[in-house]
Structures are given as structure tokens and as C-alpha cells.
């Protein structure tokens, strides 16, 4: 039977009446994603009162009334806008959606967005403050008040700090979630204790666009690309996930193609035009074939090379026997790639020659709309892995496809960071257990050594805090952090800021409930298309009970149980520790209106946004409200559009003061830098030997503004490596990965494990039931092949995979969607709680396991699965999944890459069917052999003391959270060379 087909003119003649009849009433129209339009979301006229049809109810119609409040996802790095629907009878959030007024996510969410209200209502949050009641681990807890915490905590810290131990304090970051606050109390602090989780995610991606742009982050336009080439799943889980794979898709309906390499068929590879599943690590040389094609076949953007590449530099330093010509350049750039050819790609890859062909002509056709991006993927998971974003951007840089329409901004161009009330000055101490020698071009912090560190004797930590982080979980060699954490001499206070129970709040001293998203303020931007945007987070039931014309003075007032957010903690904790303002430390905290009064979220943010946002004031006066009311209304102000080639623009004559010019065209000025009210993070290039600031170039003849770099150019040539021990590695090329075939010995596979899943949050969807029914286990995936090879013979099957420092045992998936040699699992599962917790009520959709340690070896086995449960939540009865995967990070060593300093997870593994008696999930670890890897692995590294050209610690112009005082970087003096060369 034929279906029957809607009679689509009919009814888009009604739509438009809808919308005429909306628009008619004074009321936004929001159309929906389809090429029909209707209303996709309620008018924002009707957000004090909306109403809906109760479904539970039908087939009654009863009307459900809900304040739509806005809020920000904190379920990813996306900050996607929500809208919380709050039931206007019980004033409890019913529901998330999308927030239509969000230019980023533009009212659509992934399947994390929504699951927003599980984390909310989760039967088994941590709602109070505890205090540990027995040896850490143990598992025993007593209830406290914030007052009792906040006033031990802060006993402590202000100790530290009096006794001048500041680097014995640390804040380890895990998602940010948010721009500048938690640094901005270390500052305040005078603590260089901000350490990230950078390292372990996406330092290798960073630091390939860092060396070319002076900025870590690219931002393709994706939208209006001809050509996106991705080395990532990025359409699927990428870097601003649901933002950027709504542009991806919409080009792709324009007629744009995709080109994905990623050696696991990833469902963002499903939707490309051309997949390339590579050889693990050898992502760099598919590009530099690229490249190569590019300019063998003359399709190189030579003017915008000319005017914006250091190439003067570059001849100067490593050809300074030819003329200084642009023709001589160019003739050296034609034979610098010539080896590069197709073939060895494919020598190195494993693709064949003609499909990179196919794929290199793709992209040297697309001109200047080429969007690209390295995230991740292959930059984090190879030794090396920062010359794969190198060589990514390499292409966009020949083409002059550099913040082009459809091309690839630097990111500081569609992102904006507010100024705040009160910046402390940066801090007087230079943190060696985060920033130590041996890594002088780390991108961040060396987070993932710090159980290292503290095991060498480097130093260590009276009070270790962790916020929105699970080291034990998260990081690779988790075990190494179980013995520190639990090692009171190493660490003597840990206190864990987090929403729910995590396999490293069990070691914990101290557990402080935090906000999830729609209970906590941050501000927070991203780069998501060409333009500005910043986003504002709120514990929407406080803006709610404000609309009702209720006071509301202290977040607790409205979160539930005695959950608190980030902001009004750290003030609280502040002046605790400096009560009297002696330590300098309560001024950054104090209101500006009522001094020697404590500031207010309110006064922080609306100070923020009636003073820093460019239009804000003026928008929200438009409507008669103030900014804070506008952006607690709307959670959202987009600033500017269509930025543009901001480095293409001159600089004002009005900066031009006294200045200098280099032989190679860097501007300096005497004139001060004119305050922004962006503070958007970027590398910050050295003065000249006069003091003078950098602030551009001279480009045919005009001062233009140029990039952050020392040459204020695009450095193809980066004299910073050359200048800092690593000359071979000064221009874009290629790194051997650690798991290179020639590596591997003969029965050894690559596992990938850091692929993530779409539906999963890193540390706090463990209790997420809709996320968890989706997505609850990581099986290993092995092509057929391979599997047969090993004697793996069916799909769940048990295999143990074995890594240099122990093993894990999980489920084999045997699937063409994996190279042959290549191994995967994601790293998203595996979650669990001690044997022994349940008083606690910790984590019930967490395996339970038990845990031996003898010595420096350690094996967990689970004692319990997952399974049905009383709670609150009648759905815990209806659990039907018992399988929550393999902690597979347990069995991994510390890999620091020596250059950026990124954990190159890959892995070169040994898989084999599983012994009788093991069982899922089983992990064994030797620390001894940690110990070992992490050793061999430092070998690899060139210290300042022995590279560094200046005397210095780092090259000052590198990014870095928290940049301590000039003076800082110097070498300590038994490092410090005599006569810095
Ligand atoms: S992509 Fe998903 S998880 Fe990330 S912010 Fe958006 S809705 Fe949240």
C-alpha cells in the first residue's frame, strides 16, 4: 500500500499563517531545523508562564504551567543554552530543553542536554558536606556543616600560606565549565596551584596551532566550508560537540565534503565522504603528502604566504646562503616537501596511494573555504601527536584558508572572556610539581605525573583540591594516584568538590556537594562559527523564585539538600582564610558597593556584564531590564558576527608611539596597550630589548595586527623549538609514534583508547539512567582477522588485553569497523566503587569490586554488578543492564609526550582470549612497572637547564593559566647557565 504523503504546499501555507499569526501577537517565532516550519520552541514572551499538556495525565487534559528559565549545559565543553522548564506549582525543574536564543547550540542539544534532570534527581547524589571517619579509603563518612568543613579547610590553607608552603596547595581542574573564576582565586591566593586537565585531553591538539598562531585552538567555520577535513570524530563527539556537528551537517547539505581520518570507523566517519582509517600515528604524513600535492601542483595561496608566513625567518636562520627572497622561499618550499610523496603516505598509513591522491586533490581544491580540525584522536595519542594539528593547519596556512568564510579562525577571534570586578595579580611562585624542567614547551600542566612527582620526593601537597576531576578514574596509571592519595605524607588533606560519588572522592577527606548545571553560575565562550558569545550558567530555581519577586541571598537557599555552587564556596572559603584582610587575600573578594562586605554573585556578574560585555547594557536597556536580569532571562548575549581577518587589520596610529621595526618586520611601540574588555586567553609575545610591546606587523608597507607570535607571523618556521632544543622539529612535519610498527614487537596490536561515546559524560553520568541505558559498556573492538588469528571466535567473547604494565579483561566486538593490527575501546565505561561503600549509597549504577594490594601489585575484580534497586526513582527498578565495561585506564603508564608534554594514550598491546577464571572487568597493575615506564619515558625529555637559550624556565611568550611573575622564570640558580647564549 502506497503511504500516504502529506500535502506539503498545504502545509506550508498553514505554517505560515502559524508564524504570521505568532509574529502578529508580538511573539518570537523560533522555526524548527526541518524546511518546515514550525514553532520549534515556546515564544520567549510566554517564558514566565507556559503551558502544556500534561502527558501522564491524557487522555485528560490537564495543564501543566512552567517558568522557562535558561541555564548552560555542563555536560560537555560545548556550553550548550537549556531551558529548564520549572513547574510554576511545585517550583521544581521538570524537564531541560533547548534554549532557541543560544547562537552556539541554537536551541538543540544532544542526548547529554535533556539527561540533565537524572543528574538532578539522582537518587544518590551527595546532597551535605562529609567528613572522612576512618582511614582514607575506608569508606566511613560523618555528615558536617559547610561551617566545619569551610573553617578546617581554611585553618589549613592559611597556614600553608603564613608559613610560605603556597606550593603545597593545588587546585586540579578537570572540565573548566567556565572562563578565568577558579584561577582567579588561586591568583588571589598568590598560589601557582592550577593544574589542569590539559595534558591528558587536548595538549597535543593545542600545541600544533600554538606554535603556527600563538593560539591553541583553531575555529573552523564549518558552515560555509567547501572542504572540512577532520582528525577526529568530531562530528560526533569533537570539540563542541553538538555546535559544531549542526554546521558540519548543514554544509554537507550545501554540497560541502567531509574527509575524516580516524582509524576506527566512528559514526562521525560514517557520514564522511572519504574515511581514512590510518596506521595509528601517521596522521602527520598523510597531511604532509597533502601539502606536498598542494604545492607540486601550484594551487599554494603565494600571496597570502608571502604576506603572512615567517618565512624571512626562516631563511635567515636555515638558509641564509640564498638571497632573501620571496622566489627563493618559494623555490626552497617546492624541495622542502618533495619527498613526501603519495607513496610513502601510504608507506606509513597504510591507505593506498591513489586514495590520499583522490583526498589530496579534494582539499587542494577547496581554496580558501577548507575547515579543519585536529582535536584529540591522533594528537593525543602519539608520541609526537602535536605535528599532526601542525601539519593540519599546515594546509589550511598554504591555501590562505586562515579566518577566511569557510575557513579556519584561530579561536580567539569567536571567543570572549569578560573582564571581572577583581583580577589579583599573578602569583609570586613558580609550581615545579606542575611545570617541572624536563618540559619546558609543555603546553600545560604535567597533571598526570604529579603521583610521579610526589613518589620522586619533588614535594608535596598539604591540601590538594579537586573540582569537576576524578584523577584516580580519568587519568592513565590511576593506581600510582590511589598510593599517593591515600599516602598522608604526600598528600595531607584531600577535599573533593563533586555532585556525585567518583572512584576518587572514596580517598577523599573531605567531600564538598557542588552544583550541577542548573544549580551553579559560571560565565563561559567558545568558538563555534565566525562570532562572539557569552553564555551565563544559574542555578535557575534562584532566578526562578527572583521572578516571583523573592530574595534569594545564598544559592543553598533554593539548590537541594545543602548542594552549593563554585562561586559563592570560594568566596566563603577566601575569607575564612583571611578574615582580618591581612594576607591580601579578602580584597579580591569584597564587594566594590559595600566595602568590607563580603561580594555577591550578583554584584560579581552584574559588574561583569554592565562593564565588559560590548552591547550588553544597551540590548538589555532596550527591554528594560539591567544586564544581570537580561542575561538571567535570556542566558545568553551574542557580541559581534562575522569577525573577519582581524589580523589583516591595521593597527590604530593612536598605538604607534616610538616604535621599532625587526628586520623582519615586527612592529614594537612604546604606547601602552589600550584595555580590553575581552581577556580571551592567547600566547602574549616579548617586548623588545627597549621594553617596547609588540603590537604588529609591517606588511607592504602598513601596520597591520598580525598574530601573537614573536614574529607576529604565522610560524612556519618556529625559532622557539629551534631556540629550545628540538631544531629538527622546527617546521611541520613528522614524529614516529611510539606505537609505529617498527615499535611493535611481532604478536603486538595498537589499542586506541581515546575515543569517547556521544551519550556519556567523563565523570559525573555515572547515575545519568538514560545516558547509562543508552551506553553502558566498552567492548574491545577486533577485525575479523584479527580475531581469528588470536582464536577469539565470537563477539563477547572474553579477551585480556595486555599493556606494559598489567592487564584488564573485556568483551571482544568483532567488527570490520577497525584496521587490522588496531585494537580499540573507549575510555567513556568502566566505572566503580569499593566493596564496602554501600553505607554510603555510592554510585549504584557503578560496578562494586574489590580491590588487593600486595606490594606494588594490585588486581580488582568485581563482587557485584549493576542491578534493579529501591529508591526514589521507580525507574531503579527497572534497570535491565547489569554490564557497566572495563576500567581500562588502570592498566595504562604515564606517556608524556617530551615537547607538549600531552599523555600519548595509544597503547601497544598483547590481546589474547581470557585465562579460565578471569573474569569481565578484571584489571592486575604492577606500580613497580609504572615506575619503570615513567622513568624511560623522562629519558626522552631535553631540560631547560640544558636547552634553554635564555636562562629561562620556559619561553615566557608559550600560553600558561596563571603566568607567575617575570622574574619566575628564570632558571633556579644550579640550573641557570653562566652566560645565557
Ligand atoms: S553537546 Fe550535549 S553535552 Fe555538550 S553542552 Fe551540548 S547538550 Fe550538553
Not at 563561559?524 to 544559574?538: I, L, M, N, T
Not at 527497572?878 to 607538549?900: A, C, E, K, M, Y
Not at 594514550?905 to 584489571?923: F, K, N, Y
Request: glycine fraction near 8%; aromatic fraction near 10%.
Amino acid at each position: 500500500m502506497t503511504p500516504e504523503l502529506p500535502d506539503l504546499d498545504a502545509l506550508g501555507t498553514r505554517v505560515s499563517a502559524a508564524r504570521a499569526a505568532t509574529e502578529g501577537r508580538g511573539e518570537t517565532f523560533y522555526p524548527g531545523a526541518s524546511g518546515i516550519h514550525l514553532a520549534a520552541f515556546p515564544p520567549r514572551e510566554r517564558w514566565d508562564d507556559w503551558v502544556e499538556l500534561d502527558s501522564r495525565a491524557w487522555p485528560a487534559r490537564v495543564e501543566r504551567h512552567s517558568m522557562l528559565v535558561p541555564t548552560t549545559c555542563f555536560n560537555c565543553e560545548s556550553a550548550c543554552g537549556l531551558l529548564a522548564y520549572v513547574d510554576r506549582e511545585t517550583l521544581q525543574v521538570r524537564k531541560f530543553e533547548g534554549n532557541p536564543e543560544h547562537p552556539g547550540s541554537r536551541g538543540r542539544n544532544c542526548a547529554k542536554g535533556p539527561s540533565t534532570i537524572n543528574q538532578v534527581t539522582d537518587p544518590d547524589r551527595i546532597l551535605y558536606p562529609l567528613k572522612r571517619a576512618a582511614a582514607r579509603g575506608e569508606g566511613l563518612w560523618e555528615r558536617v556543616s559547610w561551617d566545619e568543613a569551610l573553617d578546617a579547610i581554611a585553618a589549613r590553607l592559611r597556614k600553608a600560606l603564613e608559613e610560605k608552603r603556597h606550593n603545597e596547595i593545588m587546585i586540579h581542574i578537570g572540565r573548566p565549565g567556565e572562563d578565568g573564576y577558579t584561577e582567579r582565586v588561586l591568583a588571589s591566593w598568590g598560589v601557582d596551584g592550577h593544574n589542569s586537565h590539559t595534558n591528558v585531553c587536548s595538549s597535543g591538539g593545542r600545541t600544533g596551532f600554538q606554535f603556527w598562531t600563538g593560539i591553541d585552538r583553531p575555529s573552523p567555520d564549518y558552515a560555509h566550508a567547501k572542504v572540512i577535513y577532520l582528525v577526529s570524530a568530531h562530528l560526533e563527539t569533537g570539540h563542541y560537540f553538538n555546535p559544531h556537528a549542526q554546521r558540519i551537517t548543514e554544509a554537507r547539505a550545501n554540497g560541502a565534503k567531509v574527509i575524516v581520518l580516524d582509524t576506527r570507523l566512528s559514526n562521525t566517519a560514517t557520514h564522511a565522504d572519504h574515511w581514512l582509517s590510518p596506521q595509528p600515528g601517521s596522521e602527520a604524513a598523510i597531511n604532509l603528502a597533502i601539502a606536498q600535492h598542494i604545492i607540486s601542483t601550484d594551487r599554494v595561496n603565494w600571496d597570502f604566504v608571502r604576506r603572512w608566513w615567517n618565512w624571512e625567518e626562516y631563511l635567515d636562520a636555515c638558509r641564509p646562503e640564498l638571497e632573501r627572497s620571496f622566489a627563493s622561499f618559494q623555490a626552497v618550499l617546492r624541495t622542502l616537501y618533495a619527498s613526501w610523496t603519495f607513496d610513502v603516505a601510504a608507506q606509513e598509513s597504510g591507505i593506498d596511494s591513489s586514495t590520499i591522491a583522490e583526498v589530496a586533490d579534494v582539499v587542494a581544491g577547496a581554496g580558501t573555504r577548507f575547515a579543519c580540525h585536529s582535536w584529540r584522536s591522533a594528537a593525543a595519542g602519539n608520541l609526537g601527536g602535536w605535528q599532526v594539528s601542525r601539519t593540519v593547519f599546515f594546509l589550511a596556512a598554504l591555501l590562505g584558508a586562515v579566518a577566511t568564510e569557510g575557513g579556519t579562525f584561530p579561536n580567539a577571534y569567536n571567543k570572549f572572556v569578560p573582564r571581572p570586578i577583581h583580577t589579583p595579580a599573578h602569583p609570586g611562585v613558580w609550581q615545579e610539581l606542575s611545570w617541572p624542567l624536563e618540559f619546558p614547551l609543555a603546553q600545560n600542566e604535567m597533571s598526570f605525573l604529579l603521583p610521579h612527582f610526589l613518589l620522586d620526593g619533588r614535594g608535596r601537597l598539604d591540601t590538594y583540591f579537586s573540582r569537576v576531576y576524578n584523577p584516580v578514574w580519568t587519568n592513565p596509571d590511576g593506581l600510582s594516584w590511589m598510593e599517593v592519595l591515600t599516602d598522608e605524607e604526600k598528600v595531607g588533606c584531600y577535599v573533593a568538590l563533586t555532585p556525585t560519588w567518583n572512584e576518587s572522592a572514596y580517598f577523599a577527606d573531605w567531600i564538598l556537594p557542588t552544583g550541577h548545571s542548573s544549580e551553579r553560575h559560571d560565565t563561559h565562550s567558545y568558538e563555534q562559527y565566525d562570532g562572539q558569545w557569552v553564555g551565563f550558567r544559574q542555578p535557575v530555581l534562584r532566578a526562578a523564585r527572583e521572578r516571583l519577586g523573592e530574595t534569594v541571598t545564598d544559592t543553598r537557599q533554593v539548590n537541594p539538600g545543602e548542594v552549593w555552587e563554585e562561586n559563592e564556596l570560594w568566596i566563603e572559603l577566601s575569607w575564612r582564610i583571611d578574615p582580618d584582610g591581612a594576607l591580601g587575600i579578602r580584597r579580591h573578594h569584597e564587594s566594590r558597593a559595600r566595602p568590607g562586605e563580603k561580594l555577591t554573585v550578583d554584584e560579581y556578574y552584574g559588574w561583569m556584564f554592565e562593564n565588559s560585555v560590548p552591547g550588553l547594557p544597551e540590548a538589555a536597556a532596550a527591554q528594560g531590564l539591567t544586564p544581570l536580569a537580561y542575561m538571567r532571562r535570556y542566558g545568553v548575549y551574542e557580541i559581534t558576527r562575522d569577525q573577519g581577518a582581524l589580523f589583516d587589520r591595521p593597527v590604530p596610529a593612536d598605538e604607534l608611539t616610538d616604535t621599532a621595526v625587526t628586520a623582519t618586520g615586527r612592529v614594537f611601540t612604546a604606547a601602552p596597550a589600550p584595555t580590553s574588555p575581552n581577556i580571551v586567553p592567547t600566547a602574549s609575545p616579548p617586548p623588545d630589548p627597549s621594553g617596547r610591546r609588540p603590537v604588529g606587523v609591517a606588511v607592504d608597507g602598513a601596520v597591520l595586527t598580525g598574530f601573537p607570535t614573536p614574529s607576529g607571523r604565522l610560524e612556519f618556521y618556529s625559532s622557539t623549538l629551534a631556540s629550545w632544543g628540538w631544531p629538527e622539529h622546527a617546521l611541520p612535519g613528522y614524529i614516529r609514534s611510539h606505537v609505529h610498527p617498527d615499535e611493535l614487537a611481532p604478536d603486538q596490536l595498537v589499542l586506541l583508547s581515546t575515543f569517547r561515546l556521544p551519550t556519556q559524560i567523563h565523570t559525573r553520568s555515572a547515575n545519568s539512567k538514560w545516558l547509562d541505558e543508552i551506553s553502558h559498556t566498552n567492548p574491545v573492538w577486533i577485525h575479523p582477522r584479527d580475531a581469528t588469528r588470536l582464536g577469539v571466535s565470537r563477539t563477547g567473547d572474553l579477551v585480556r588485553v595486555e599493556t606494559e604494565i598489567g592487564y584488564f579483561v573485556a568483551k571482544a566486538w568483532i567488527t570490520e569497523g577497525i584496521r587490522p593490527g588496531v585494537v580499540a575501546c573507549s575510555h567513556h565505561m568502566g566505572r566503580w566503587k569499593l566493596d564496602g561503600h554501600d553505607a554510603v549509597s555510592a554510585g549504584s549504577m557503578m560496578a562494586t569490586v574489590r580491590l588487593h594490594h600486595d606490594g606494588t601489585g594490585w588486581s580488582m575484580r568485581a563482587s557485584d554488578h549493576v542491578r534493579p534497586y529501591e529508591s526514589t526513582d521507580p525507574d531503579t527498578r527497572r534497570i535491565w543492564w547489569s554490564d557497566t565495561g572495563v576500567h581500562q585506564n588502570l592498566t595504562f603508564p604515564v606517556h608524556p609526550d617530551p615537547i607538549s608534554g600531552m599523555h600519548c594514550w595509544h597503547q601497544a598491546v598483547r590481546v589474547r582470549p581470557a585465562e579460565p577464571g578471569d573474569s569481565h572487568g578484571d584489571v592486575a597493575v604492577d606500580t613497580a612497572r609504572s615506575r619503570a615506564v615513567y622513568r624511560a619515558w623522562m629519558a626522552r625529555t631535553r631540560p631547560a637547564g640544558s636547552v634553554s637559550p635564555d636562562g629561562s624556565r620556559r619561553p615566557s611568550w608559550l600560553m600558561r593559566p596563571l603566568k607567575p611573575r617575570p622574574e619566575l622564570f628564570a632558571l633556579p640558580d644550579e640550573h641557570a647557565r653562566p652566560e645565557p647564549r
